[in-house]
């Protein structure tokens, strides 16, 4: 979503592909759903305040094509008992009779208290809507008294889905054990639910999981989760928290032991968090994440603060599911923006005169062959090396894809890596202060903000026998 300010350059990192507030803060993506062809995108806003410090609500998009959105303000207020601390996260199931949301209600109380062990409520709340234009009346489903003994009260974050004539809900929770844990209930008619057990892991893997998902692909299932205190690492899990999947063996409403070790990242870039995906009327699983992520102050920053907004959502990705692993890439809808397609030499320095545009290099074909041959007659291994302005860089060189930012046009981002067998394809979408770069068919993504002295980009391509396209990107 284009937010253009009356002179552009007061605000020269204002997102054009990517949906971002009016103004204020904004985080993670709720309500996902796609009813009567018309897409429907709710997300966490604090209007008043570029850092997340106010009122905690909902705002409010809709598109015809996922690429083009129309904002419809403030959608849900905390204006309730349950929810005067905060309208959090939550989901959107629909049905003939409309849209159907889910959200936890947040409260506070007055006092000197941890709000991890007392003083916090956290109420499950459903509004229904007949077509997103005006909510309905706030039914209060669970509160603290309907979760197990051994979770804290942090429990938050629901998504709901129906299946074989029942109504199903994951919650994300952090246990007094410090272990975090999904929680099910189920439900005949949306609003009396009971509790049916927890998938969790045996050992603890992280303190709490945010944002939880169950789907299936291909007679697959899986769990999508935010784990928060997992150790960082140089290659795995480097951001504070994480987003990941599992596979799930006994089905996606049952509880169960999940498999640590089977966790996947999503994404490996600075800012991607709270991803959440649904189904669209052609029947494609598509994920959108919050471009950002919590609790980073005194790592890396946006310098967006300073023009009255913070964070936007990624670009909406179709899931598919191939060779036992979920890739991600931009929706088909994406390509119609393209516009001036031109091959591009290899070392030739491509100049744009607009931030947004789009870059596809493939016939890369570097495996781990090419990168032992060092180890066998003393070559170089085959290598890739991607320049943007002289101060981002992507490389792939020994089996390591990285991202890199050479100096403060990262706002603090350093380096990001990703262990990656072979290279075969990349595609680049830049969008002002804003890039997504999918490696192997997006079976790997790295996802980051961005903040180049505005005006011309250059471009600078780094490998022989590729071949590399590059198109402007019209600005929605």
């Not at 020269?12 to 009016?22: A, E």
């Not at 209007?47 to 609500?57: F, I, S």
């Not at 459903?126 to 008294?145: I, M």
């Not at 393209?338 to 931030?355: A, F, H, M």
């Amino acid at each position: 979503m284009n937010r253009t300010t009356e002179n552009e350059t007061k605000d020269p990192y204002r997102l054009k592909l990517h949906l971002t507030p009016p103004a204020g803060w904004l985080n993670d993506p709720n309500g996902l759903c796609q009813y009567n062809g018309t897409y429907h995108a709710f997300y966490q806003y604090v209007p008043e305040n570029a850092l997340g410090k106010g009122r905690k609500c909902w705002g409010h998009a809709v598109s015809s094509d996922l690429i083009h959105w129309k904002d419809e303000g403030i959608f849900l207020e905390p204006d309730r008992p349950f929810d005067r601390d905060g309208v959090y996260s939550g989901c959107a199931l629909i049905d003939e009779n409309g849209i159907h949301l889910f959200y936890t209600g947040n409260v506070k109380e007055e006092g000197d208290y941890d709000y991890i062990y007392e003083g916090r409520q956290a109420a499950q709340v459903l509004v229904e809507t007949k077509d997103g234009s005006r909510a309905g009346e706030k039914r209060l489903l669970l509160t603290n008294d309907d979760y197990p003994k051994d979770c804290t009260l942090h429990v938050r974050d629901p998504k709901v889905w129906k299946e074989n004539g029942r109504y199903h809900m994951v919650l994300g929770a952090r246990k007094n054990s410090d272990q975090g844990a999904v929680l099910l209930y189920d439900s005949a008619d949306m609003v009396t639910w009971e509790y049916v057990g927890e998938m969790t892991t045996k050992n603890p893997f992280g303190y709490m999981w945010e944002c939880p998902d169950c789907f299936e692909m291909e007679d697959a299932a899986f769990l999508s989760i935010c784990p928060q205190g997992l150790p960082r690492g140089e290659f795995q899990n480097q951001n504070v928290y994480q987003s990941g999947y599992v596979h799930l063996k006994e089905g996606i409403a049952k509880p169960q032991i999940v498999e640590a070790e089977a966790f996947t990242e999503w994404d490996k870039g600075f800012d991607f968090y709270a991803p959440q995906t649904f189904t669209d009327e052609q029947g494609r699983r598509i994920l959108i994440g919050w471009m950002g992520l919590p609790d980073i102050e005194g790592e890396y920053s946006n310098p967006t603060v300073g023009d009255g907004w913070q964070h936007a959502l990624t670009l909406p990705r179709e899931i598919t599911y191939e060779a036992g692993r979920l890739c991600q890439r931009p929706v088909e809808e994406l390509k119609r923006l393209r516009r001036n397609e031109r091959e591009v030499k290899t070392g030739e320095t491509s100049v744009l005169s607009e931030g947004i545009y789009e870059v596809e290099i493939d016939k890369i074909e570097i495996n781990q062959k090419d990168i032992n041959q060092k180890d066998i007659n003393g070559m170089e291994p085959a290598s890739c090396h991607i320049c943007f302005n002289q101060d981002l860089v992507l490389d792939y060189q020994d089996g390591v894809f990285s991202m890199k930012f050479l100096n403060r046009t990262g706002a603090g981002r350093t380096v990001r890596r990703a262990e990656i067998g072979s290279l075969e394809d990349i595609r680049i979408i830049m969008d002002t202060s804003a890039i997504e770069v999918y490696v192997n068919q997006g079976s790997t993504v790295f996802t980051s903000r961005y903040y180049p002295v505005f005006g011309e980009s250059r471009v600078v391509i780094d490998y022989e026998k590729s071949r590399i396209r590059l198109w402007d990107l019209e600005s929605v």
